[in-house]
Nanobody, 119 residues
Framework: QVQLVESGGGLVQAGGSLRLSCAAS????????MGWYRQAPGKQRELVAT???????NYVDSVKGRFTISRDNAKKTVFLQMNSLKPEDTAVYYC?????????????WGQGTQVTVSS
């Protein structure tokens, strides 16, 4: 059974930083590209960043230069370091296995972690 458990969110002022974690189980973690997604109120869920099994990364334009995705294969955990946060980064953040198209592999999402950035 696949489990994705996100943590690390919180309330932060604009310009601040947060580090999100996602612990995965029930998957061959080292084989998969992992992604962070987010869903803001009233908006569709969007892909924010991905990291391949080999460590190659990609980011949506709005977070380039501010967010860094990384992974620890031994701990089956993927991270998202978020710096210079903006109010528009406010959303619930989720992780998932990211398919080549960027679409999430699993329809059953974790509980997510809330990130709120105040202006």
């Amino acid at each position: 059974q696949v489990q994705l458990v996100e943590s690390g969110g919180g309330l932060v002022q604009a310009g601040g930083s947060l580090r999100l974690s996602c612990a995965a189980s029930g998957i061959m973690f080292t084989m998969h590209r992992m992604g962070w997604y987010r869903q803001a109120p009233g908006k569709q869920r969007e892909l924010v960043a991905t990291i391949s099994s080999g460590g190659s990364t990609n980011y949506v334009d709005s977070v380039k230069g501010r967010f860094t995705i990384s992974r620890d294969n031994a701990k089956k955990t993927v991270f998202l370091q978020m710096n210079s946060l903006k109010p528009e980064d406010t959303a619930v953040y989720y992780c998932n296995v990211a398919l080549g198209s960027g679409m999430p592999a699993f329809h059953d999402w974790g509980q997510g972690t809330q990130v709120t950035v105040s202006s």
